[in-house]
């Protein structure tokens, strides 16, 4: 069983421009959440799909998107970067359905660093 | 907001077990309790939950105590690759996590 991946593992970028993180979900699961966790903090919340759809998102500002595909995988993008973007971006994927508890499974992480 | 309190910090001597305290007054009935740990440079790691009763795996113990305010996460015999920050959270079915600030667990050898 594969778990969650995330690509790619480091990333550089300047203010203004804008990014592209990607998540393959665990074998088995329909349901990718991205969270931002900056230096010292827990994670954030930002988003979740499930089954291609935005199905829940946190506070933060719509130049934060996303997209999941029908193999499950994902895409976080943000635009219009800022240097408070710069944080290790999480992807966890779960099942929801019938007799799941929904337990989430994280990905190393993208860090990202916005100068 | 996070709806869970843990200690900034505990520390444990290597082989020695562990009990870390998460209370949680306001835990409504479908809540589930969470555990994950986070060690250095990596994503969260998945640990145990648990709903009323005590859980076991081959991680931990959730000790859940009878009017779930309170629970406790046991690793029986710490390594040093424990050393983590260890997050409990509350969380319903289908709702994202909230994490908050969690226990930074040190293990001395």
């Known amino acids: 069983e594969t778990g969650v991946t995330q690509s790619p593992t480091h990333l550089i970028k300047t203010r203004g421009q804008q990014v592209t993180l990607r998540c393959s979900s665990q074998s088995g699961h329909n349901t990718v959440s991205w969270y931002q966790q900056a230096l010292g903090q827990g994670p954030q919340f930002i988003f979740q799909?499930?089954?291609?759809?935005?199905?829940g998102r946190g506070n933060f500002p719509p130049r934060f998107s996303g997209l999941q595909f029908p193999n499950y995988s994902s895409e976080l993008n943000v635009n219009a970067l800022e240097l408070d973007d710069s944080a290790l971006y999480l992807c966890a994927s779960s099942y929801q359905g019938l007799a799941s508890t929904d337990t989430q499974y994280f990905g190393p992480g993208t860090r990202l660093t916005v100068l | 907001d996070a709806k869970t309190t843990q200690p900034n910090s505990m520390e444990s001597n290597e082989e020695e077990p562990v009990h870390l305290p998460c209370n949680h007054s306001?835990?409504?009935?479908?809540?589930?309790i969470h555990w994950y740990r986070q060690l250095p440079s990596q994503g969260p790691e998945y640990v145990i939950h648990?709903?009323?009763s005590n859980v076991n795996n081959r991680m931990a113990s959730l000790a859940i105590a009878e009017d779930r305010k309170s629970s406790t996460l046991i690793l029986h015999r710490a390594t040093l690759r424990d050393a983590a920050v260890y997050y409990c959270?509350?969380?319903?079915?289908?709702?994202?996590?909230?994490f908050g600030p969690g226990t930074r667990l040190s293990v001395l050898p």
């Open positions: 799909y499930y089954r291609e759809e935005e199905n």
């Open positions: 959270i509350l969380r319903s079915y289908g709702q994202n996590f909230v």
């Open positions: 306001t835990i409504s009935g479908t809540d589930y």
């Open positions: 648990g709903l009323t």
